[in-house]
Nanobody, 116 residues
């Protein structure tokens, strides 16, 4: 089993920054990707950013240039630095890990609310 625990969400004003952290424990498949997804009320869960163990990154167009994903393989932790936040970034943010046999693991989610 894999456990993913997110932290760092909160309520901020537009233009401010937040950093999310996700600590992974258990049977981590360290060679596989980790990342962040988000789900706003009434919308489907969508990709925000992913990162491979080698450091290759992928971002949603809506966050490119504002968000940065990073990873500490030794600590099994992934981070999401979010700058220039917008009200449309308001969502529950979920940590994701691609485990063995391509099984998707999810954290419990952390709320990010951006006021205008």
């Amino acid at each position: 089993q894999v456990q993913l625990v997110e932290s760092g969400g909160g309520l901020v004003q537009a233009g401010w920054s937040l950093r999310l952290s996700c600590a992974a424990s258990g049977s981590i498949f360290s060679g596989n990707a980790m990342g962040w997804y988000r789900q706003a009320p009434g919308k489907q869960r969508e990709l925000v950013a992913t990162i491979t163990s080698g450091g290759s990154t992928n971002y949603a167009d809506s966050v490119k240039g504002r968000f940065t994903i990073s990873r500490d393989n030794a600590r099994n932790t992934v981070y999401l630095q979010m700058n220039s936040l917008k009200p449309e970034d308001t969502a529950v943010y979920y940590c994701w890990h691609l485990g063995a046999r391509n099984y998707n693991y999810w954290g419990q989610g952390t709320q990010v609310t951006v006021s205008s």
